[in-house]
C-alpha cells in the first residue's frame, strides 16, 4: 500500500491517482468475470438441462437452474440410450492407445535424441514434416488401408490409428531427452548399462514430467477424437462418446435432457484431467508456443 | 604361397579387423533400431503410405471396390474440383471462417490475457476458466450451441427476441443461409479464446520488465508502452497463433458436420465436408483425395507466406 502511494505521489498526476487506480481494479475485475460468465454459461445450460425432468425443452431460458433436479436423464442415457457402453469404449480406445503412442514415442524420442546412426536425420525430419500435413488429409486413405486390412468398424482399427500420432510425443519427448546431462549416460555406460538399461532406468525416470504432458495431451486428443470414430465405425455397440452422443443428436434432435447428460457425461473426464494437470497442459502450450 | 607372403597376412589382417569392426557396429546398431522400429513401422503403414496413397488415388477414378479397376484419369479430379462452383464456395466459406474466427480469437485472446498479466487474486482459477472451452470436445461444444441458437425458444432467440426485439420471433440461425456461417464462426471464437490466452499469457511474461521501466522514465503513457514495446515483442506469438489457428481454421469439419452438414444451401459447406461428402456419400475416392491435397497445399503455402510475413526479428 505504501509503495502504491509512494508511487503515486511521485508521478505529476499526484493525488487523484489512488481512486483512479481502485476504480480501475474493480473494472478489471468486472470485466474478468463478465469474459468468464460468458465462457461458462453455455456450459451452465448444459447441465442445467441435463438434470431437468422437463425431457425436451426448459419452460424458459432464464431457468438455467432445474427447481427439482433429477439424474433420470443421466440414469436413461447411461442404460437405454447406450452411453454406458460408449463410455466403455471411449475408455479402453483412449487408454490402449494413448499408452501405446507414449511408449512409442519415448523409444523412438530417445534412440533420436542420444544416439548417431544411419538414417537419423531423415527418420526424425521426415517423422516431423507429416505433422505440417493436416490430419483430416490422412483419414480417407486411412480408411482404405483399413477396410483392407479388415480393420473397420473395431476398436483395433481405432486404436491404432490414434496411436500412429506420435510426431508431437517424439517432437517434445526429444528436447527432454538432449537436456539430459551427458554424464549420466557416461556412467551408466562404464557401469555396462546397454541401450534398454540406460533408456529404462536413467531416461525414463528423469523425463517424468515431458511424459506426463505427452500422456494427458494424447489422452485428451484420443477421448475427444471424432472423424475417424464416426467414419470407420458403424456398429451402434462400437461408437465412442462423441460419436454416440452426435448419432443420438442427429436421430432425437430435440431430446436435450438425454442430449445433455450423454455430454456431460462425455465431457467429464477430459475437464478433470485438464483441471488436474493444468500445470502441464499450459506448459504443453508454452513449449509449442516458444518454438514458433 | 602368396598368403603366406608378409604383405598378404597384413591384407588379411585388415579385413579381418574390418570385419570385427562392422560386427561392433552392427551389434551397436542393433538395440538403437529395435528402440526405433515399432514406432517407425506403424508410422511408415498409417502415415505416410496412407499419404502417397490419398495422391495415387487423386490422379484416379478411383473405385472402393478392389475387384473392379480403377482408370488412371490425370489431372483430371484437380480440373474438376476448379471448374467446381461448389468446391470454391466451400474454398470462399472457409476463407471467411479462418479471417474472421482467427482475428477474433487473437484480439480476444490477448485481451484476456493483458488482463490477467498483473498481480490480480485468483489468476489460476480465471485461467483454467477460460480454457475449459478448449479441452471439450467438439461435438458437444457444437451441440450446446444447436441449443444456444435454436430457433425454437432457445436462450439466444429468447434474449435478442423477446427480451430486446432486436430480431424476429423464431429467428432461424443454423437454418439460415446468411446466419449459420457467423454463428458457426461464434462457435469457433469462443471455443479457442482461451487457447489464445495462454500463449499470449507467456508471451507477455517473457517480455522483461525493464523496457517498460525504461520507457515509463522517459514519460511514455499506456498506449504508447503497448505500441512500442508489447506488440514488437509479441510477434513471435502473433505469428505462431496465426499460423496453428489459420491451418484450423481452414481444416474446420466437426463443427459444420454436427451441426449443418455443409448446409443449408451449401453456406457452410467446407473443403473437407466437401470432401467427405465426396468420400462417404458419393464414393468418388479420386476426388475427395484430390480435394484433400488442394487443401494440404494451400494451408501449407498460407503458412509459409504468413511466416515470411509476420515474422521479422524484433531486437530492442
Known amino acids: 500500500m505504501l509503495t502504491t502511494l509512494e508511487k503515486a505521489s511521485c508521478t505529476s498526476r499526484g493525488r ?57 436423464n443421466y440414469i436413461s442415457a447411461w442404460t437405454d440410450g447406450n452411453f454406458g457402453q460408449a463410455f466403455f469404449n471411449s475408455a479402453v480406445v483412449a487408454c490402449s492407445a494413448t499408452a501405446i503412442t507414449v511408449f512409442l514415442s519415448a523409444t523412438q524420442a530417445f534412440a533420436f535424441a542420444r544416439y548417431r546412426f544411419p538414417g537419423r536425420t531423415i527418420l526424425f525430419y521426415g517423422m516431423l514434416a507429416t505433422m505440417t500435413v493436416p490430419g483430416i488429409v490422412l483419414i480417407i486413405p486411412q480408411f482404405v488401408l483399413a477396410s483392407r486390412l479388415g480393420l473397420t468398424n473395431s476398436r483395433l482399427g481405432l ?4 496411436a500412429t500420432g506420435m510426431a508431437f510425443g517424439v517432437y517434445m519427448l526429444k528436447g527432454f531427452f538432449e537436456e539430459i546431462p551427458q554424464e549420466l549416460f557416461d556412467a551408466a555406460a562404464i557401469d555396462g548399462c546397454g541401450v534398454l538399461r540406460t533408456f529404462w532406468s536413467i531416461a525414463i525416470p528423469l523425463a517424468r514430467p515431458a511424459l506426463a504432458a505427452v500422456t494427458i495431451f494424447g489422452f485428451s486428443a484420443n477421448w475427444e477424437e471424432f ?66 | ?115 490477467l498479466n498483473r498481480k490480480i487474486m485468483a489468476l489460476g482459477f480465471f485461467r483454467a476458466l477460460y480454457y475449459i472451452p478448449v479441452v471439450t470436445s467438439w461435438v458437444v461444444v457444437s451441440l450446446i450451441f444447436a441449443y444456444l441458437f435454436s430457433s425454437n425458444n432457445g436462450p439466444v432467440d429468447w434474449f435478442l427476441g423477446d427480451v430486446l426485439h432486436l430480431i424476429p420471433d423464431n429467428q432461424s440461425w443454423l437454418g439460415s443461409t446468411t446466419l449459420a456461417l457467423p454463428t458457426l464462426m461464434i462457435l469457433g471464437i469462443w471455443k479457442g479464446v482461451g487457447f489464445n490466452m495462454v500463449i499470449f499469457l507467456a508471451g507477455l511474461q517473457s517480455i522483461p520488465a525493464e523496457l517498460y521501466e525504461a520507457a515509463r522514465v522517459d514519460g511514455a503513457n ?74 494440404a497445399v494451400i494451408v501449407l503455402l498460407l503458412a509459409l507466406i504468413q511466416i515470411r510475413l509476420v515474422s521479422k526479428k524484433v531486437q530492442y
Open chain 1, 16 to 72: 487523484g491517482l489512488g481512486l483512479w487506480r481502485r476504480g480501475g481494479r474493480l473494472l478489471l475485475y468486472l470485466l474478468l468475470i463478465g469474459g468468464a460468465a460468458i465462457m461458462l454459461s453455455p456450459f451452465l445450460y448444459m447441465v442445467g438441462i441435463s438434470l431437468s425432468p422437463h425431457a425436451y425443452t426448459l419452460p424458459s431460458p432464464v431457468d438455467v437452474i432445474p427447481t427439482h433436479p433429477t439424474l433420470n
Open chain 1, 159 to 162: 486404436i491404432l490409428v490414434y
Open chain 1, 227 to 292: 472423424t475417424w470414430a464416426v467414419i470407420s465405425t458403424n456398429d451402434a455397440s462400437l461408437y465412442t462418446l462423441p460419436v454416440a452422443v452426435q448419432q443420438y443428436y442427429s436421430a432425437h434432435g430435440s431430446n436435450w435432457g438425454i442430449i445433455f447428460a450423454a455430454s456431460v457425461i462425455a465431457v467429464v473426464p477430459e475437464i478433470a484431467v485438464f483441471l488436474l494437470f493444468q500445470r502441464q497442459f499450459v506448459n504443453g502450450i508454452r513449449a509449442g508456443g516458444m518454438k514458433g
Open chain 2, 1 to 115: 604361397m602368396a598368403v603366406s607372403s608378409p604383405g598378404g597376412l597384413r591384407v588379411a589382417a585388415r579385413v579381418e579387423r574390418q570385419r570385427r569392426q562392422k560386427g561392433r557396429e552392427f551389434r551397436r546398431l542393433l538395440p538403437i533400431y529395435l528402440f526405433i522400429l515399432p514406432g517407425m513401422a506403424l508410422f511408415l503403414l498409417w502415415t505416410l503410405y496412407p499419404l502417397l496413397d490419398a495422391l495415387v488415388m487423386s490422379f484416379f477414378d478411383w473405385i472402393p471396390n478392389p475387384n473392379m479397376p480403377s482408370t488412371f484419369i490425370g489431372l483430371q479430379n484437380y480440373a474438376q474440383a476448379l471448374s467446381d462452383p461448389i468446391f470454391w464456395q466451400a474454398f470462399r466459406n472457409v476463407f471467411a471462417y479462418t479471417i474472421v474466427t482467427v482475428i477474433g480469437q487473437i484480439i480476444l485472446g490477448l485481451a484476456v490475457a493483458l488482463l
Open chain 2, 222 to 295: 499506456r498506449w504508447v508502452l503497448f505500441r512500442s514495446i508489447t506488440l514488437p515483442l509479441l510477434r513471435p506469438t502473433v505469428t505462431f497463433a496465426v499460423v496453428i489457428l489459420t491451418m484450423g481454421g481452414f481444416g474446420s469439419f466437426i463443427p459444420m458436420y454436427v451441426l449443418t452438414g455443409g448446409g443449408p444451401l451449401h453456406s457452410t459447406e467446407t473443403l473437407l465436408t466437401y470432401a467427405f461428402t465426396n468420400a462417404f456419400s458419393s464414393f468418388d475416392f479420386g476426388y475427395a483425395a484430390a480435394i484433400t491435397y488442394i487443401f
